[in-house]
């Protein structure tokens, strides 16, 4: 079976697609070395993995995402298998975990220090400075607006942005995306040393 035919009995829900999905990706990743040992400490199984990658997929259509272009589809699903169990880490969500007290040479644990940061807020933050950029962005130039959302929202390559925009050439493309990351940019750190009231 191809990978272009995987794909397209995974994104109908067929019963076969998500079977490989499970023999070739979900299995193998939940019993190697570098998983096993993680999904154990964070009490997460593989029907957990497994059900978390048919919401994504399915519910949240991220599988219209996958581009075939050279990577193998078992190994673009992987990635995001690796992700679900590196994010069920609770220490990267600002959360302390008691296993992790360090341990003192006379075996007393010392004292946890609390978070500094409430990581929502600055999720917040990041993502209203994002559409304050974004929006001078479009003020400036709507087509190099338009070039940045398809490429970094849409995962659009040159080549589909060129011929969905009419632009002249895939060159021009990656010319007027990497002016605009330049722009968002220079209004990221403009925003960040110059604070709305």
């Known amino acids: ?20 999905v499970w023999e070739k990706v979900v299995e193998p990743e939940s019993t190697s070395q ?38 193998s589809l078992q190994g673009w699903i992987r990635t995001y298998v690796r992700g679900y169990i590196l994010g069920a880490d609770p220490n990267r ?31 917040r933050e990041v993502w209203q400075m994002t559409l304050w950029c974004f929006r001078e962005l479009w003020n400036e130039d709507p087509e190099r607006c338009y070039i940045h959302l398809l490429k970094t929202r849409f995962f659009l390559s040159s080549e589909e942005v060129r011929d969905f925009l009419d632009v002249s050439s895939s060159a021009n493309v990656d010319q007027i995306f990497s002016r605009s990351i330049k722009f968002m940019r220079q209004r990221y750190v403009y925003h960040d040393t110059h604070p709305k009231a």
């Open 93 to 123: 969500h600002g959360e302390i975990s008691i296993e992790g007290a360090y341990q003192g040479e006379d075996g007393e644990s010392e004292a946890l220090s609390l978070p500094k940061h409430d990581h929502e807020v600055v999720r």
């Open 1 to 20: 079976m191809t990978d272009h035919e995987w794909y397209e009995l995974v994104k109908a829900g067929e019963d076969a697609g998500w079977k490989l």
């Open 34 to 71: 570098r998983s096993a040992e993680l999904m154990k400490r964070y009490s997460i199984t593989a029907g957990d993995l497994m059900g978390m990658l048919y919401e994504d997929m399915l519910g949240r259509r991220k599988i219209d995402l996958y581009r075939d272009d050279g990577g």
